[in-house]
């Protein structure tokens, strides 16, 4: 089994920045994660993609709305993933959530292609 564990959300104010971590622990070598995402859901809406990364080949995807303000990355030896997010909008206010995903060589955006999800770090950003 494998757990994730967030950090870094916070209150902000519009065209701030904050950067998210992601850590994770437990069978890892063993449980075949291949890549990880961000998710995020605000009130009263669905949970969705954000970005996701390789953790092999360090390639990512990114919904459109982020694209130019956040940066997803990792670093293996510390089993951690991060999410930099830089001019941030009330709009982008709601939980941030990690996950892990096992298919080979995919960069996956439905949270169904999941496995394993932290329990989320709220965001707020004020305008």
């Known amino acids: 089994q494998v757990q994730l564990v967030e950090s870094g959300g916070g209150l902000v104010q519009a065209g701030g920045s904050l950067r998210l971590s992601c850590v994770a622990s437990g069978r890892t070598s063993s449980a075949s994660v291949y890549g990880m995402g961000w998710f995020r859901q605000a009130p009263g809406k669905e949970r969705e993609f954000v970005a996701v990364?390789?953790?092999?080949?360090?390639?990512?995807r990114y919904t459109d709305s982020v694209k130019g303000r956040f940066t997803i990355s990792r670093d293996n030896a510390k089993n951690t993933v991060y999410l930099q997010m830089n001019s941030l909008k009330p709009e982008d206010s709601a939980v941030y959530y990690c996950?892990?995903?096992?298919?080979?060589?995919?960069?996956?955006?439905?949270?169904?292609?999941?496995?394993?999800w932290g329990q989320g770090t709220q965001v707020t950003v004020s305008s």
């Open positions: 996950a892990g995903h096992r298919t080979i060589g995919v960069l996956p955006s439905r949270v169904a292609e999941y496995r394993y």
């Open positions: 990364i390789n953790l092999s080949s360090g390639n990512t």
